[in-house]
Each structure stands twice: as structure tokens, then as C-alpha cells.
């Protein structure tokens, strides 16, 4: 295990999960590369404010390497509240998207930004931003119709076909360099198209990925996702990201806790369903495992399970 380079492949809060329990695995190279895509809320304003990439999912993967919760990580996720005219402008910003925005604007370098906030809350591996250009993400649904930007996309209750730029790309060196370095790229959790996949459409990304001998392992949602992964089988999950991405996933980890009926019926009056295995045989492993946590009456990975998950996967490399 030492010495051995892990990255995690994805953006929102499944990525954090996943790297909160990461963070403790000793005598790793961690690196995270997550998405720009992000265009709602406080994320949004910002990027139309000052034309910067979308911080969101960075500060959440911030939060979740620091060394350990602080005053500072606790700011850093502040969000302004309040009704009167004079926070107006500040109602429903997050601090911390607010000082990486600044940070970007003085320093000139959104990854320069990124690098001065790690320091300071002490972060336990890289993270890395697929890109730094403003995109946009777009998708094209299964009625033919195409939807422009990542918080668009879920909404309509039509099924999506792929996601795509509508202008060229380019990854980061540093997200390239990360991946010609792997020993084991992790894919998940999250949301399938929007987080994942916003990624592996990146052709420079998708090459280095191709290219790459690392082990690839797919860490399936337990639930399917309103408006994203409707009726949505491990099989269907799975082919997205190899379609996208061009390439093939090693191994894949099921969790077959056994949900609470009551949690089936909230989630089920939600439009969200356990994601079921349709098929005995896969040209992948399907490896199931005790993965989740049933906290606060939410369907949640629990970090601490996938840390333990692995270290057994780096054993074996």
C-alpha cells in the first residue's frame, strides 16, 4: 500500500463522502479531481458575478480533506442568511466560495486559489479541477431535445442520453498528471451525469484515462436520482461511465445493506429507488459490501466503510 496513488473521480457530496474516509488511509498519494460544471445557487451568482469556475464542489472536497473540523472549515462553509435589503447581495452565499473568488481574482489563478485555502485548512491530498475554463455543461435527452447548464439537466422528466460541451475543453495538466500516476482511479459516488461524467467528457482527461493501467473501480449509488438516473440498474450506471469516458471499469462496489422499509417509502415518495443488479453476469467484478449508514433518516454511504473498502483494494494492487 505505500507509496500507492489513489484519485477520486467526481464533484458533490458523494465525492466528500468518499474522501472523508480516504483522508485517514496512511502512506497514499491522494488526489481528487473535481468538477466546474456546477452553475446554481451561490456557485452560479458567483461565476456570473466575476467569471470564475464554478467553486462549489471544490469547497465541499475542501472541507472534507482538512485534518480536522476548525473554526476556519466551519467559516468556510458559512452561508449568509438573512431578509433585510442591506444582505441582499450576500443572502445564500457561502463564505467559502466567497474568499476563493476573491483569492482567484488577486492571485489571477483559480488553482493558485485553491492551493492557498488547502494550506491553510491543512487538506490531506490535491485537489484538482477538471478545468479552469467557464463551461458549460449540456445534455441531450432522449426526446431529442438538448439542455444547457448542469442545473437544468435533472429537472425535466425526460430521459438523459449523454452530456456534452458545446465548446472545446481542455483538463488541467495537473488532472492529467494526477491520472498517469494512478494506481487506482475511483468513480462515484454521485450524481451519474453531473458529477461523474462532467469530468470524462473532457477528451484530454478521457485519453489519459484510456491510457491508464491504474485499477478502475466504480463505487455505485444506493439510490437512484430523480430527474438523472430514473429507473436506473447497477448495468445502466456502469455503461454511462464507460460510454463516456471510453473506457472499461475493473470493478464495481454494490452496497447490499438492507435498507429500512420506512427509508423505501420516504425516498420511494421522492421518485428515488434502491439501484438494483439486473444481471448475473458482467465483464467487470461486482463486489458487494456493507457500505451505508442510516443516519438522520438519509440513504448515506458512510466514509469510514469505504476507507476500509480501500485499503482491502490497495492490498491487492
Known sequence: MNGKHV?????????????????????????????????GGSTGRLRRAFAVPAMGDIRNVMLALAESESVMSDLMAYRFEGSEDVVNELRGHNLGNIILTALTNKSGSFTEAIGLISKVLNVKGDIIPSTTQLVTLCAHM???????????????HIKINDVFYDEPVQATKEAIKAIEKADLVVFGIGSLYTSICANLIIPDLRKALAKSKAHKVYLCNAMTQKGETDGYTLEDHVASIEEHAHI????????????PEELLVKYAAQDAHPVLLRDKMHPYKVSHRKLLTFERDLVRHDPLKIQHLVQQLLKTL
Open 7 to 39: 484519485v477520486v473521480i467526481g464533484g458533490g457530496t458523494g465525492q466528500a463522502t468518499i474522501l472523508r474516509g480516504l483522508k485517514h488511509i496512511p502512506d497514499i498519494h491522494l488526489s481528487t479531481i473535481v468538477t466546474v460544471a456546477d452553475d
Open 142 to 156: 432522449e426526446d431529442g431535445t438538448i439542455v444547457r447548464g448542469e442545473s437544468n439537466i435533472p429537472k425535466p
Open 248 to 259: 472499461q471499469i475493473d470493478t464495481v462496489i454494490k452496497a447490499d445493506d438492507e435498507i
